[in-house]
């Protein structure tokens, strides 16, 4: 065995591996992305990134149906999608060990919503561990596996973006070495769930629930930590190192497994202590079910937004907090932008022209929605755009064009059958497809648009322009949108079809791609007027000086030329490879 200093994303990737994984199969989303991206790094592992999360969740259902441990790994929303799998899978069970990594997002750090998932533990009646730092979470998911396999059920193991992502020593074991079930035999009343064998497993996963009950009880990570019995806290997750930090004569317990609870453990907890608090993240969860069980809890006054920490544990507590600087109020503000050279820029800067009506989406292109380019309408869901579009042309009450975009990404998670939903149903609007040729919003992941597999390995590409068309779409056009007049030329034909259109705006992010006869340019002060168009693309590599007139950082420049396609008095001028030139920096 050897230590080494793991981010709990690693850490899970290595207890998977340790545990006998044979397949890890996912969708990338902050903060879980990275889980896949290690797990891969592992020779006798074979990973892949699904289209969608239901789909990894059913493909991984697939390979514990044929007897092998396999790994599912999604962030909070994306459990939302694989629902449906899930709650049923519950009843049939498994085959070999099946765990689905989920990692909740408390903050909104890098998500459109909070999500507590242990209520979805509760709800598809599956166990759930949670690790509060990367030791537990290697440990608590090889455990995982051999849960899953005992009680015949699918295994939740949820994260946080602090446990995710933050480093502490983890010490390695070596793999388990599992043989595959027998070669898979056809079992109708376990594998098929037409209602009446449903009825049939939904009486044993109660069974099975009560068995998990009893386990959990005697379960190695829940445990109590006596200290000080004036006051016990149970609590899980990383807030168990927000309250040892935070008050740390405080008696503890640590649950580590967040369904089923251990009530029995928790009334013997509660009988030590004479004030009993629940500390937890999100949803008061466990303090529901605490006060189910007629116990009473101290009213710690913690917020069920955002995140905690251990200054917030102190406060609520009335236990000395950190000394800490004042933070400084008067900063001007840093909004998040598109990057220097984003193709998605000359679409949003032809969209802010046409003053259309945009319902957007997923994605690094979100950012469209704030000034300067201020050109996005809407942004709820993976794949929504598409409908949402739809549905805003069915409204009727829209004066402008209605045009909905998505990334490739997304169009091939959940934007495909949008599309087909618009056909079907006669739809008139606009349809615009980013395609940058990657997930870039999480880290430039592939998907079956790019041709790039999760290992690297080349893919076919999926033809965006076919498969449209194949769906029954009338008017379909590809279009650079770094050609910035092309763009706007397309679109506008595009919204003025009178039937339902799609461009497809197809040119790789700018982090992925340089290309060698690309230089910086700089601005030409004679010429310029200063009239703020180029100042409006909202590129960070422009900005405005004391004097009004726009200056461009031309080590940020990558020559994209969107600014000079914009400025009508040829004031931006090209200066060679990162010099300096009139107003340059």
């Known amino acids: 065995m050897s230590r080494l200093l793991m981010s709990g994303n690693e850490a899970v990737a290595r207890g998977a591996w340790e545990a006998g994984v044979k397949v890890g199969v996912g969708y990338p989303g902050t903060p879980s992305t990275e889980v896949l991206e290690n797990l891969v790094k592992y020779e006798d592992v074979y990973c892949e990134w699904a289209p969608n999360e239901k789909v990894a969740a059913e493909v991984a259902v697939g390979v514990s149906v044929g007897g092998a441990r396999t790994l599912v790994t999604m962030k909070h929303v994306g459990l939302n999608v694989a629902a449906d799998p899930l709650f049923t899978l519950a009843y049939i069970g498994v085959g070999g060990g099946y765990v689905l990594l989920v990692a909740d997002d408390p903050g909104m750090h890098s998500s459109q919503n909070e999500q507590d998932s242990r209520n979805y533990a509760a709800f598809a009646k599956v166990p759930m561990l949670e690790p509060s730092n990367s030791q537990e979470a290697l440990a608590f998911t090889r455990a995982a596996f051999g849960i899953s396999e005992e009680f015949d059920i699918p295994v939740l193991v949820r994260t946080t973006t602090r446990v995710a992502h933050s480093k502490s020593l983890v010490e390695r074991g070596e793999r388990d070495s599992q043989p595959l079930l027998p070669p898979y ?7 098929v769930m037409m ?3 449903a009825r049939v ?7 099975r629930t009560e068995r998990l009950r009893a386990f959990s009880n005697d379960c190695e990570f829940n445990r109590i930590e006596m200290r000080d019995p004036s006051l016990g806290i149970i609590v899980s997750g990383i807030a168990y190192e927000y309250v040892r930090e935070a008050l740390p004569e405080a008696s503890v317990l640590k649950v580590g497994m967040v369904n089923p609870l251990p009530e029995k453990l928790i009334v013997e907890f509660a009988s030590k202590v004479e004030r009993l608090a629940v500390v937890e993240e999100l949803d008061p969860y466990m303090s529901l079910r605490l006060k189910a069980l007629g116990l009473s809890l101290v ?18 507590f009335g236990a000395p907090v950190r000394e800490t600087r004042d933070a400084i109020t008067d900063l001007p503000p840093r909004p998040p932008l598109l990057c220097a050279g984003c193709p998605h820029r000359g679409v949003y800067w032809a969209l802010g022209k046409l003053k259309a ?9 979100t950012l469209g929605a704030l ?5 996005m309408d809407s942004c709820v869901c993976m794949g929504a755009s598409v409908g949402m579009a739809h549905g805003l042309g069915l409204a009727g009450t829209a004066e402008r064009p209605v045009v909905g975009v998505i990334g490739d990404s997304t169009f091939a998670h959940s ?6 939903d618009m056909v079907y149903n006669g739809g008139t609007g606009t ?17 079956p648009v790019s041709g790039k597999t999760i290992s690297g390995a080349e893919a076919p590409m999926l033809d965006l322009e076919t498969l449209v068309k194949a769906l029954g779409v009338p008017w379909v056009r590809t279009v650079d949108p770094l050609d910035m007049h092309a763009t706007l030329a397309v679109l506008t034909e595009a919204t003025q079809t009178g039937a339902m259109s799609v461009v497809i705006a197809k040119s790789p992010c700018v982090l992925l791609v340089k290309r060698d006869d690309q230089q910086p340019f700089a601005i030409d002060e004679d010429l310029c007027t200063a009239c703020g168009a180029c100042v409006r693309l909202g590129c960070p590599a422009i900005m405005k000086a004391a004097s009004g007139h726009p200056i461009i950082d031309t080590a940020s420049c990558v020559g994209c030329e969107q600014c000079v396609q914009v400025c009508r008095f040829e004031a931006i001028v090209s200066v060679g490879p990162a010099c300096d030139f009139g107003g340059g920096l």
């Not at 497993?201 to 069974?207: K, S, T």
């Not at 009213?299 to 609520?316: F, K, M, Y």
């Not at 009506?357 to 292109?365: K, R």
């Not at 349809?431 to 997930?439: F, M, Q, S």
Request: negative net charge.
């Open 185 to 191: 035999a056809p079992r109708v009343g376990k594998w």
């Open 195 to 197: 209602p009446g064998n």
């Open 201 to 207: 497993r939904r009486v044993d996963l109660e069974q």
């Open 299 to 316: 009213e710690t006054g913690l917020p069920v937004i955002g995140e905690l920490s251990p200054d917030r544990i102190a406060q609520a």
């Open 357 to 365: 009506t945009v319902m957007g989406d997923i994605g690094c292109y």
């Open 371 to 375: 000034p300067p380019l201020s050109a």
């Open 415 to 420: 934007g495909i059958t949008g599309v087909l």
């Open 431 to 447: 349809v615009v497809i980013l395609d940058n040729r990657t997930t870039a919003m999480t880290g430039h992941q592939g998907n």
